[in-house]
Each structure stands twice: as structure tokens, then as C-alpha cells.
């Protein structure tokens, strides 16, 4: 079920770099005084802003922001060959990645899914926090991690916290690279990345951004390949106005496909031990997801320094899917024989729409011989989901069950690809869900500077929630309120070392509904965090250290499946608490290093532990150094530890383990590099999630890759 889009894409992508090098040798002559001319109409540009706002929507600075915040860059995605999301996350301080099944994956943070992305500090929430499919990472700059209450960001969110993906944008030159790699498991990429001038001044630019990939895999008879191009163009309207606009296209597809997990208990107690390669797949299974995105960004830099900016998001995706649910139903896999599991077909599509537009509003004011900052706006999103499905045809091997269509499987592991659950037929096609959902926001913060020392900030979120439609033939009319503040506070001890307190209010819809179809009432909490953040070695390494609690209410966990076979939550209360130490910049002279550990403890409202999946003690690591005998070879190593997890059952258990990734780069020239990255260097086993019982992680795999720079 492989696509021909990858030929037109790549030619696409070859077609681009050869005519950037020659666009390049073209301009040669003049690129002294374009840049010149670039430098000066720059000044009041928003295009090189890449401040992070945090949780306040305020210009500050990392170091002096109220809040836990972590940065994947560019250097750190090169350094370890990262294409996607999910192997991005890996990088996160305190993030989990938990990969259920093949195509859907959740990040967690501080014990609670994160629910809220956002693209260039824009977005919608992600209610139920799954990452559908392997999400390109090629087209951004860098990623923000925010963790903690993100109320202030999307005007609903948990505890978690808030991704914030930064776009690449036109950089102020002609400049680019074309990339090809090679790795494990027949896994093949090329991508290009260009940003070229647009006016002799330079205050116009355009990015264009690609990449084709075609990789099969170390499970069974999984396959995938994914194609994915964006296009940005910005520039000055005057001296005082910028536009950008741009789009991001890409389609992903995947044969061989997980469901669901591995059914690693039996009935008897024991655990179950298979191959790493081991999938309860059939390969007519099948997973392809299409996504695009628009944005359009107005922004006026008024002569007070006040700014007003606004932006327009169209959110789009597709996905198809043919899946099969191995598992054990009925309590019988045997440990003698591997039989006893049962297996669910399932056909399902789905369709996604959705509109942003948001206003803001900041600038300084003084006030008491001081100047301090505001921000306001309003925001309204508005989205649409429909979901379809095909029940299968209860003809051999498969039969009604309590109104779904299953079959008993062979014995377990069984082959991938002898039709040993071959195909059902398919009945017409159904809508089973169709709902609207209106986000209207109208927010608002301030930064007070009482001393040279100490600033406060005080923000306050008001949201209007709706949710109309049908969902699983249940009507759905939810209308929700709710205004949520945020007050924290920065003291300067020295120019180095700043110390800070934060509190906000917690809300956010829930999607997970009851045994009778209804949604679940929203999720109510509040959020507590203290830390502190030091500079060393003239700003080159900064080192956080962070202590944080949450309680939370109505926080949705699974309870079972009602009469029709559908799955069915309930609320439940959850208090977390821990604390976070950080290590990220430049200890020595071309030693980069980046160390974070994580501490977590979490209780039910009875006070006793539970998400026993998620890791006590986390350490995540990476360092590179350039060899100062050797000053064009780069060496580094990275990867995790993590504590000893189970499943909520106590039947699955997964012993601590460390993993480690190494990379060596070569800069053959200024324009030509090679680069070998060796991922799980120690081969180590382990099971890539216990909250939704997943897989065996990648053994250990290699690449090759070589990249040219003009």
C-alpha cells in the first residue's frame, strides 16, 4: 500500500537544491550589500524574535521566566539525527513517551498527558493528548517544553504543560542544504531546506522546506514512508508592519500497523517474553494520515513601542485506517499454549477541521517611576470532528460477540503475513461521531516591576467552552465558564541567580465520556511551583532547579466497555508532586552538555501511589564535543534512565533500564559533512509503555547520513 508521492516529492526536493546553488553563485557579487541592506531594515522586524513567552505571554528571558521551561534545538536534532516528534520528546526534561501501539503516542509530564500544542506560540488544544503517526520535525527551528498549568497559554490545560513547536522562517540570506540518509531496516530520507531573498533590499523572504522517507522496520511486517513540505514566506509591509504567511503539508503512511499492544500478561499471573520483533499485526492492516496547515501573522510595531499582532491557523487532517485489537477478552491466554486471545478488526476514518484567529496586544507603561509590561487579546477557535467507521462481516474465522465482530486467535506470536487473521469483509461505511467545539478566550497579564530586583506577574484567563453534535448516537450540548488567574513572582539575588514562585488555576473539557455516552465534566485543579535559576560561566550554562505540586480533580481513567463495546471513563483525583534539576549549555571549552533529572510522586485522593507507569526517577543526558586536535570531528553521546514501572494491573513490570545513543560527525569541508548515529548503543530491551500496554523498543540500529551546505 505504498504511495508514488515520494518520485514527484523527491525530484521536488533535488529540483530545489540545485537551483538554490545557483541562485547562490548568482548573487554572489551583491550578497555583501544585501546584507548590509538586511541589516538595517531589520531593526523593527518581528521575524528574528524568538523570545520565549512562557506561561505569561510576556517578553522574558528563560532564566527569569516563572516557570519550567526546556528547549530542543537545532543542534540537538542534528546531533542525533531526529526526524519526528516523538524521538524529539525523548530529548524533553521530565517528558514521557509513551508508545502504546505503532501509530498513536502520548507525551506525559508531572504524571498527566499533555494536551495543549502550539505551533510559534498559537494553537488548539489536543484534548486527548495522542500524537497521531510519526510527525516531521524537519520543519522546525526549535521546541519549547513549558511544563506545569498552561491556562495562561490555550485558557485550558492540566498539569502537564505546553509544546511549543517553532517554525523556521526565512533567515536573511541565501542559504540552504540537502541532506541524504541511510539506516537500519532498509530506512531511506532525503530533505532540503532553503531560504532565499525575495527583494533586493532583503525585506522579503521565502523558506521552503522537504523531506521524503521510506523505512521498513524491526517489527514485523510493519512499513512506513512519509512525505512533507512547508513553505513560509515574510517580510516588511512598512517600516513598522510585517506579514507572514506560509503552510505545511505532509502525508504519512503505514502498513502493518499495531492496535493496540502486546498482550504480555497470562491468565495465570506470568508474564509473557517474546521477540522484540514480535507484532499482533496482520498486514493488511493499514494507518495513512494527511495533515495540512495555514497560518497568516499581521504585525504592527507601534512608535511607543506597543505592538498589536494577529494571527489566522487553519488546521486540517485526514486520517484512514484498517486495524486489528489482539488481546485477551475473556482472562484465558494461556501460558502452556499462547492461546486465548481474541482478536477485534476495526475500519475507521476520521476528519479534523479547525479555525484560530488571535489578536494580542502588548507594550511598556510606567507607573511609579518604573515601566512595566501588559498584554491582552482575545482569541476564538472553532473545529469540527467527524468519525466514521466499517463494522466487519461476521463470516469465518470471525463471529458476533456482544454486538462486535472478533475471531480467536491463533497461537501467539503467530505469522505476520499468512493471513492467519486475514481481512474481514467490510459493511457500508456510518458516521458515529459528529461534534462542533467553540473555544472563545479573552485574556490578559501584566509584569510589575516593583525594584531593579523583584517583578510580580498577574494574569487572569476567561474561556466560553461549547461542544454540540452526536457521539456514538448520545447528543452532546455542553456550555462551560470559567475564569482561571495566574500570579507568580522573579527576585533577582544577583545578576546570576533568580529565584521564583508560581500559582494558577486548572481547567480543562474532557473528551472522555461515561458509560452512558455522556462527556465527563470538566477537570478543576490548582498548581503550585518554586524554583530557581543560575547562569554560569558568563551566561554560556544554565542550571534550574524546580519543586512543584498539582491536585487535580475528575481526571478521566479508564473503566471498562459498556453493552455496545464501547470503551467508558470515569473521574477520578490525582495529586502529584516532585521536583526537576536541570543542566543545559557549555561547560568547557567545546563541550556541550545537557543533563536533567526528574523526580515524581503521585497519590490518589485515598493517599495511596498509583500510575504505577509512570517512572519515579527519570534521568535524560547528552553531551558533544569537538575534538580541539581535530576541530572538524564531532563526537556525543545521549539517551535515559528511567526507574523500574508497571501496568495498573500489576501484571506487566519493566525493570529499570538506561539507554544510550552516540553520534560522529565529520566536516569533510565548509559546505560537505558525514554523520554516523548508533541508537541503543547496548541493545537493551524494554516495553515502550505499561499505561496502554505497548511493545518491545527498537534494538539497537545505525545510520549514515551526509548533508551539503550552500
Given at each position: ?402 454486538g462486535s465482530t472478533v475471531a480467536y486467535a491463533p497461537a501467539f506470536p503467530y505469522s505476520t503475513s499468512s493471513d492467519a487473521l486475514p481481512e474481514p469483509e467490510w459493511e457500508d461505511q456510518i458516521r458515529y461521531s459528529d461534534l462542533d ?274
Open positions: 500500500m505504498k504511495n508514488n508521492h515520494n518520485f514527484a516529492l523527491t525530484t521536488l526536493v533535488l529540483a530545489m537544491g540545485f537551483q538554490a546553488h545557483a541562485q547562490d553563485v548568482e548573487n554572489k557579487n551583491n550578497a555583501t550589500e544585501v546584507e548590509q541592506d538586511v541589516e538595517q531594515i531589520l531593526i523593527v522586524g518581528t521575524r528574528t524574535d524568538r523570545d520565549s513567552k512562557g506561561a505569561t505571554g510576556l517578553t522574558m528571558e528563560i532564566n527569569e521566566t516563572p516557570q519550567s521551561i526546556s528547549v530542543i534545538n537545532a543542534e540537538q536534532i542534528k546531533n542525533f539525527s531526529i526526524d519526528n516528534i516523538n524521538d524529539a520528546m525523548q530529548l524533553a526534561t521530565g517528558i514521557t513517551v509513551e508508545k502504546g501501539e505503532t501509530n498513536r503516542t502520548r507525551f506525559t509530564a508531572r504524571g498527566f498527558d499533555i494536551q495543549n500544542t502550539q505551533v510559534d506560540g498559537i494553537g488548539l488544544p489536543n484534548s486527548w493528548g495522542l500524537v497521531t503517526g510519526a510527525v516531521e520535525s524537519y520543519g522546525y527551528e526549535e521546541i519549547e517544553v513549558i511544563r506545569g498549568a498552561n491556562g495562561q497559554l490555550t485558557g485550558v490545560g492540566n498539569s502537564s504543560g505546553t509544546i511549543n513547536y517553532v517554525r523556521k522562517r526565512p533567515t536573511n540570506k541565501n542559504e540552504g542544504e540537502v541532506g541524504v540518509t541511510l539506516g537500519s531496516y532498509d530506512s531511506k530520507r532525503l530533505q532540503a531546506d532553503y531560504s532565499m531573498l525575495l527583494t533586493e533590499s532583503g525585506s522579503w523572504a521565502a523558506r521552503l522546506v522537504a523531506a521524503v522517507e521510506d523505512s521498513g522496520s524491526y517489527l514485523d511486517a510493519l512499513e512506513d514512508d512519509r512525505a512533507y513540505v512547508s513553505f513560509v514566506v515574510d517580510g516588511q509591509l512598512t517600516d513598522n508592519s510585517t506579514l507572514a504567511a506560509g503552510f505545511s503539508y505532509q502525508d504519512a503512511n503505514s502498513d502493518g500497523v499495531m492496535w493496540g499492544g502486546l498482550s504480555l500478561a497470562y491468565a495465570d499471573g506470568t508474564q509473557a517474553e517474546f521477540d522484540v520483533s514480535t507484532s499482533p499485526t496482520q498486514d493488511w492492516t493499514m494507518w495513512d494520515a494527511a495533515n495540512n496547515n495555514i497560518f497568516v501573522e499581521y504585525s504592527y510595531s507601534f512608535d511607543n513601542d506597543w505592538e498589536i499582532k494577529t494571527t489566522y491557523n487553519h488546521q486540517n487532517s485526514d486520517d484512514q485506517s484498517k486495524l486489528l485489537y489482539v488481546y485477551d477478552a475473556l482472562g484465558a491466554f494461556d501460558s502452556a499454549t499462547n492461546l486465548g486471545l481474541v482478536a477485534l478488526p476495526g475500519r475507521y476514518d476520521s476528519e479534523f477541521n479547525a479555525n484560530l484567529f488571535d489578536v494580542t496586544v502588548k507594550g511598556g507603561f510606567d507607573l511609579a517611576g518604573k515601566t512595566h509590561e501588559l498584554m491582552f487579546g482575545v482569541s476564538t477557535s472553532k473545529s469540527t470532528a467527524e468519525s466514521f467507521t466499517n463494522m466487519a462481516i461476521a463470516s469465518a474465522p470471525y463471529f458476533s460477540y456482544y467545539v467553540t473555544l472563545t478566550r479573552v485574556f490578559g497579564s501584566t509584569k510589575l516591576n516593583v525594584t531593579d530586583d523583584l517583578f510580580f506577574i498577574a494574569g487572569i484567563n476567561a474561556i466560553d467552552y461549547s461542544r454540540e453534535g452526536d457521539n456514538s448516537g448520545v447528543a452532546v450540548n455542553n456550555q462551560e465558564s470559567e475564569i482561571s488567574p495566574y500570579v507568580a513572582a522573579t527576585y533577582s539575588i544577583n545578576d546570576d541567580i533568580n529565584v521564583y514562585a508560581s500559582y494558577s488555576d486548572i481547567y480543562q473539557p474532557l473528551d472522555q465520556y461515561d458509560i452512558d455516552g455522556e462527556f465527563l465534566d470538566p477537570s478543576k485543579g490548582v498548581n503550585f511551583e518554586i524554583g530557581v535559576k543560575s547562569q554560569w560561566f558568563d551566561d554560556a550554562l544554565l542550571t534550574t532547579f524546580a519543586v512543584f505540586s498539582a491536585e487535580q480533580e475528575n481526571i478521566a481513567v479508564y473503566a471498562g466497555a459498556n453493552a455496545a463495546g464501547f470503551a467508558y471513563y470515569e473521574g477520578t483525583t490525582q495529586d502529584t508532586e516532585g521536583f526537576e534539576l536541570e543542566v543545559f549549555g557549555n561547560i568547557a571549552e567545546n563541550l556541550n552538555v545537557n543533563f536533567a533529572y526528574t523526580y515524581l510522586d503521585i497519590k490518589d485522593e485515598n493517599g495511596d501511589e498509583t500510575s504505577a507507569w509512570e517512572p519515579e526517577n527519570t534521568v535524560k543526558f547528552s553531551a558533544d564535543y569537538a575534538l580541539p586536535q581535530l576541530p572538524e570531528l564531532s563526537l556525543g553521546l545521549g539517551g535515559k534512565w528511567q526507574s523500574d514501572v508497571e501496568n495498573a494491573a500489576g501484571t506487566v513490570k519493566q525493570d529499570s533500564y538506561l539507554l544510550v545513543n552516540a553520534f560522529a560527525r565529520w566536516n569533510v569541508s565548509k559546505a560537505l559533512s558525514v554523520q554516523a548515529n548508533i541508537n541503543n548503543l547496548t541493545d537493551e530491551k524494554y516495553i515502550t509503555s505499561l499505561k496502554n500496554i505497548g511493545y518491545y523498543g527498537a534494538p539497537v540500529e545505525a545510520s549514515v547520513g551526509v548533508t551539503y551546505s550552500f
